[in-house]
């Protein structure tokens, strides 16, 4: 496509300013990147105003320094949840045994690819398509993804002996779900989003049936909101992990490790 005029780029970023997109200068760069016509960049810059996800027009998110491609309806992976990814990593011993849950788009299961060098690593989620696009994310990393509930669909033999399971479950209390900005609320799958009357109840089956999937001193890695700390480390501690709290303020991020004794 013929670079567009100052004019018209600025004319773009204007739109894109009044339609609320806070970075409306970098959208509109990505958009002029993805756009391989006038026509395409139009549809592209109306799908935007008028409120479809950035990363659903590219195709794909960024998070942790990766690309990750992501199909619309799919969860799109939140800067946020790179704490999750560094405390995770931090934890957990060389040649582990991980375990995804509440993939979406695979986002975690890629990054974690990056800084460990597992022996076993999968990834599950309940949503067909977010199964189908994690499993194009993993291609090459050695990867499998399960389409299932939580650790139902894992293999049988791995239960035990895993190091490692990570979940960004949904947390959003039910009654939330309709406060939340309209790219998530309106675009994205409920399933990924309500996390039931406290926003609890998805993670609170994580860590029941966690210790069993567990080796001792293995290690279950969360986010959640900082309003559930207190009662999701009580819930822990029920199924008979210790819990850890971990904030990053400039993520505005919490995370919970907790480990089987």
Known sequence: MALPSATDRAALVGRLRAAGCVYAEDEAELLLAAARSPAALADLTDRRVAGVPLEYL??????????????????????????????????????PAVV????????????????LTPRWLAAADIDPAAVAC???NVVGLNAEVYEGDLFAPLPERW??????????????????????PPEARLHEAPVALDGGPDGLWV???????????????????????????????AAFEEAGLV????????????AIAARRP
Request: proline content about 4%; overall charge negative; aromatic content about 4%.
């Open 58 to 95: 590219l195709g794909w998110a960024e998070f942790c320094g990766l690309r990750i491609a992501v199909d619309e309806g799919v969860f799109v992976p939140r800067a946020r949840t790179a704490l999750l990814v560094e405390v995770a990593a931090e934890l957990t011993g060389a040649a």
């Open 100 to 115: 995804d849950l509440c993939c979406g788009s695979g986002a975690t299961t890629v990054a974690l690819a990056h800084r």
């Open 134 to 136: 994690a499993r194009r």
């Open 159 to 180: 239960r035990g002996r895993l190091d490692l399971v990570v979940a960004n479950a949904p947390y959003v209390p039910t009654d939330a779900v309709a406060l939340m």
């Open 203 to 233: 993670l609170r089956r994580v860590g029941a049936d966690a210790a069993g999937w567990l080796i001792p001193g293995g290690h279950l890695v969360v986010e959640a909101g900082t309003t559930q700390v207190e009662a999701l480390c």
């Open 243 to 254: 819990p850890t709290v971990h904030h990053n303020e400039d993520l505005e991020a919490t």
